[in-house]
């Protein structure tokens, strides 16, 4: 029997990625703001149509560094979300930064806005909410609060590449954002990240720290890293942006299957695409009530049993996890929706099939 695996990575045409990377050969050129580089963050800014895009060479060292460039004492509290890959709350840490949790909305799974004032002290300098499958925050509400207690907005859009909100890109709003183009993601480099960002300012001082903090020939002003990407990744970037609104429009039919099929089976919950959002499909969670008969753990493994591989994903929480559980801040809706979510296999190739293989063995239970 064939495994079912939660995502397989999109691969371009084979010719058409050998072709790309001749150039790398007729150049010599790798890394460093390769031509390739260059090409890609052109390409990019025109598929969002945002301003400013500084690339990395993944999504978590994108998100250190644009922690770093805010420059916050160290000591200071970030406001941030439980439910999300520990690659979030290890950014704000290994700034030297203290993460404080805030719990979710149980519908969207993003950070519950109402919560977050209560979390304020004089010590907060940022907030760092998740847009969590792709689901949007409440960006407005957000702007708000962080303009009234003079905080910055991080966004960790690592899986919302594509995804606009009232017509603009996700990572329209806020100080920064950042995009994961890891294998898994809805669009690859490979590895690969980037930061989106309003302020043309902040591209140059992005440039210097993901080349550790060179700023001139003989001169270092900050103390960087090396997180730029190459020329492979790049070419693979340019290859799969090709081929991306054809991924997406066959993740959205696969998708609407899930939801038809799954739409008569009690105790199973999914979401719908929030309102003015357009979503990029990236992930497909449920959500198991108690009304299902199994608990997750049990569809879990149930689904094991046929070879379809699903993933507790965000289980567990971060601030479960031992470097984290002393942080402030109370997260029972987090806690539950985790023990309760299971994502299930989505990808561009998964096959209509499949799905419905998938959610038959969800109907029967057994
Ligand atoms: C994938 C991911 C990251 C990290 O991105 P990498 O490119 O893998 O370094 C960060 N946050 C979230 C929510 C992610 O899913």
Same mark, same amino acid.
């Given at each position: 029997?064939?495994?079912?695996?939660?995502t397989?990575?999109s691969?371009?045409n084979?010719?058409?990625?050998?072709?790309?990377?001749?150039?790398?050969w007729?150049?010599h050129?790798?890394?460093?703001?390769?031509?390739?580089?260059?090409?890609?963050?052109?390409?990019i800014?025109?598929?969002?149509? @945002?301003?400013?895009?500084? *690339?990395?060479?993944?999504g978590?060292?994108?998100l #250190?560094?644009g922690? /770093? =460039?805010? !420059? +916050?004492?160290?000591?200071?509290?970030?406001?941030?979300?439980?439910?999300?890959f520990v690659?979030?709350?290890?950014?704000?840490?290994?700034?030297?930064?203290?993460p404080?949790?805030?719990d979710?909305n149980?519908?969207?799974?993003?950070?519950?806005?109402?919560?977050?004032?209560?979390?304020?002290?004089?010590?907060?300098?940022?907030?760092?909410?998740?847009?969590?499958?792709?689901?949007?925050?409440?960006?407005e509400?957000?702007e708000?609060?962080?303009?009234?207690?003079?905080?910055?907005?991080?966004?960790?859009?690592?899986?919302?590449f594509?995804?606009?909100?009232?017509?603009?890109?996700?990572?329209?709003y806020?100080?920064?954002?950042?995009?994961?183009?890891?294998?898994?993601?809805?669009?690859?480099? @490979?590895?690969?990240?980037? *930061?989106?960002?309003?302020?043309?300012?902040?591209? #140059?001082?992005?440039? /210097? =720290?993901k !080349? +550790?903090?060179?700023?001139?020939?003989?001169?270092?002003?900050?103390?960087?890293?090396?997180?730029?990407m190459?020329?492979?990744?790049?070419a693979?970037?340019?290859?799969?942006?090709?081929?991306l609104?054809?991924?997406?429009t066959k993740?959205r039919?696969?998708?609407?299957?899930y939801?038809?099929?799954?739409?008569?089976?009690?105790?199973?919950?999914?979401?719908?695409?929030?309102?003015?959002?357009?979503?990029?499909?990236?992930?497909?969670?449920i959500?198991?009530?108690?009304?299902?008969?199994?608990?997750r753990?049990?569809?879990?493994?149930?689904?094991?049993?046929?070879?379809?591989?699903?993933?507790?994903?965000?289980?567990?929480?971060?601030?479960?996890?031992?470097?984290?559980?002393?942080?402030?801040?109370?997260?029972?809706?987090?806690?539950?929706?985790?023990?309760?979510?299971?994502t299930?296999?989505?990808?561009s190739?998964?096959?209509?099939?499949?799905v419905?293989?998938?959610?038959?063995?969800?109907?029967r239970r057994?």
């Open positions: 029997m064939n495994k079912i695996m939660v397989e990575a691969l371009p084979f010719e058409k990625y050998c072709e790309k990377i001749k150039l790398v007729d150049n050129w790798l890394t460093n703001n390769g031509i390739l580089h260059n090409e890609l963050t052109e390409k800014k025109e598929y969002l149509k @945002i301003d400013n895009i500084t *690339l990395f060479t993944n978590h060292l994108s #250190e560094m922690l /770093q =460039l805010m !420059n +916050f004492p160290r000591g200071s509290e970030v406001i941030t979300t439980p439910f999300t690659s979030t709350t290890h950014a704000i840490a290994r700034n030297g930064l203290i404080v949790f805030c979710i149980p519908d969207d799974y993003t950070m519950d806005v109402k919560k977050i004032e209560s979390l304020i002290t004089d010590k907060t300098v940022a907030i760092m909410p998740v847009h969590v499958y792709g689901h949007v925050c409440d960006v509400a957000i708000k609060i962080a303009k009234c207690h003079n905080l910055k907005v991080i966004y960790d859009a690592a899986h919302a594509g995804v606009t909100y009232k017509g603009k890109s996700v990572a329209s806020g100080d920064l954002s950042m995009f994961s183009f890891h294998a898994t993601k809805v669009f690859n480099t @490979i590895e690969g990240g980037a *930061l989106v960002y309003s302020n043309p300012e902040y591209s #140059e001082t992005l440039n /210097q =720290l !080349n +550790f903090g060179i700023t001139d020939y003989e001169r270092v002003d900050y103390i960087g890293g090396n997180a730029k190459n020329e492979f990744q790049a693979m970037g340019l290859c799969n942006l090709e081929e609104n054809d991924n997406i993740r039919k696969l998708v609407e299957l939801n038809e099929l799954l739409s008569t089976i009690n105790g199973i919950k999914f979401n719908e695409i929030q309102e003015n959002v357009v979503s990029n499909y990236a992930y497909y969670p959500v198991v009530l108690d009304e299902y008969g199994l608990n753990d049990e569809l879990y493994e149930l689904l094991k049993t046929y070879n379809i591989y699903s993933r507790k994903y965000f289980y567990p929480i971060s601030n479960e996890f031992e470097c984290y559980k002393n942080c402030k801040g109370l997260t029972p809706i987090a806690k539950d929706i985790s023990e309760r979510v299971i299930l296999p989505l990808y190739n998964l096959g209509e099939e499949n419905r293989k998938i959610c038959k063995v969800i109907e057994q």
